[in-house]
């Protein structure tokens, strides 16, 4: 059975320790500095029985986690987002202290197919001009970044799929939008555990892509498979790479 070890213990961490053992996997053990029932820093003796560890905290502390989870070699798992400017940083750790270090923007296997279907839609899109594209994503009001990582995820597959498209637009417009611009905007309220959208739309007609997120166990359940994958291999891995070797 995997051994588990959480780092945050938020609605993710909780999720992943109800559906550990679905899996395979056992939590041994909770770090969190919000919760004084358990540690509140990552220290050797806390994680010695520890296979995986699964980083899901706030991009601010992201990179120091990961840092010191590195330096102990242990396979790391990272489903925080907003810190995707520090990848080649996080690609070095796993280098240096040869252990697995996998991260995604989301860990939804319904996303990761979905990003592939809005990566086909935009290349027939793309030979039809009539057609503008544009994305939404709603979270609760509780997220603490915004774009989205998947929303952003989801904006470079559209652009890389889209020769008309070359630059992506988060911010309130007090403008006209560019030909050349992706909008792609976000709402943040209530409860909703994630809603990502991509339309294509013309004068004629209208296309609209949508994954709807019910329940975050599918998150949870993701995050289960990207650790039991890391714990056999070494190097820097996307989430999307993982379900390319799982489609192959």
């Not at 992943?16 to 820093?41: F, M, N, T, W």
């Not at 979905?114 to 839609?121: E, W």
Request: aromatic share 8%; net charge negative.
């Amino acid at each position: 059975m995997l051994r588990l070890g959480l780092i945050g213990y938020g609605k993710m961490g909780k999720m992943i320790a109800h559906l550990a053992e679905s899996k395979g996997c056992r939590v041994v053990a909770i770090i969190d500095p919000e919760d004084p029932q358990y540690p509140s820093r990552i220290n050797p003796e806390e994680l010695k029985d520890v296979d995986v560890c699964l980083e899901f905290t706030h991009p601010d502390a992201v990179i120091d986690n990961v840092t010191q989870l590195a330096a102990l070699h242990k396979k790391i798992v990272i489903g925080t987002t907003g810190w995707n400017d520090r990848l080649e940083e996080v690609r070095q750790l796993a280098t240096r202290h040869q252990t697995g270090i996998i991260y995604a923007a989301n860990f939804s296997i319904g996303m990761n197919l979905f990003n592939r279907i809005v990566a086909y839609a935009t290349q027939l899109i793309d030979k039809f001009p009539e057609y503008d594209v544009w994305g939404m994503e709603m979270h609760h009001n509780q997220k603490a970044d915004s774009p989205s990582g998947t929303a952003i995820q989801l904006a470079n597959t559209v652009l890389a799929n889209h020769s008309g498209k070359t630059q992506a637009v988060y911010d309130t417009l007090y403008r006209r939008i560019q030909p050349h611009e992706l909008h792609f905007a976000s709402i943040r309220g209530g409860s909703v555990p994630g809603l990502h959208q991509v339309g294509y739309d013309s004068q004629a007609d209208s296309i609209t892509l949508a994954h709807n997120v019910r329940d975050r166990a599918c998150l949870a359940l993701g995050a289960l498979e990207a650790a039991l994958w890391i714990h056999e291999r070494q190097g820097f891995y996307s989430f999307n790479e993982m379900m390319d070797a799982r489609l192959c």
